[in-house]
């Protein structure tokens, strides 16, 4: 089974910019679609990007598209979220997990339900 870990949250002022990094461990996913999520105090846990093993398939949600940057190095079994243009309302804690179906193309889902394995997030705070 794999592990992920989460890591690059932090507090950053309205407009700034974090890389964060989920990386597995335990066995590779670079087979698979890896999502990032984030969950904000009171609000259900919500999709923000995805990426499929080969990178030629990738999703954003429509409040993060053009401002986020989802990545992925299956080298060094690591994916990435850069996050720029930060607003108050980024503000959550962001988690990764992966779709269990292996060498998916396009990416079919970005429901949290279908996703696994999660991390134990990372928290990112953007003061305004």
């Known amino acids: 089974q794999v592990q992920l870990v989460e890591s690059g949250g932090g507090l950053v002022q309205a407009g700034g910019s974090l890389r964060l990094s989920c990386t597995a461990s335990g066995r590779t996913f670079s087979s698979y679609v890896v999502g990032w999520f984030r969950q904000a105090p009171g609000k259900a846990r919500e999709f923000v990007a995805a990426i499929n093993w080969s990178s030629n398939s990738i999703r954003y949600a429509d409040s993060v598209k053009g401002r986020f940057t989802i990545s992925r190095d299956n080298a060094k079994n690591t994916v990435y979220l850069q996050l720029n243009s930060l607003k108050p309302e980024d503000t959550a804690v962001y988690y990764c997990?992966?779709?269990?179906?292996?060498?998916?193309?396009?990416?079919?889902?970005?429901?949290?339900?279908?996703?696994?394995?999660w991390g134990q997030g990372t928290q990112v705070t953007v003061s305004s």
């Open positions: 997990a992966v779709d269990p179906h292996p060498y998916t193309h396009p990416i079919v889902t970005t429901a949290p339900k279908d996703f696994g394995s």
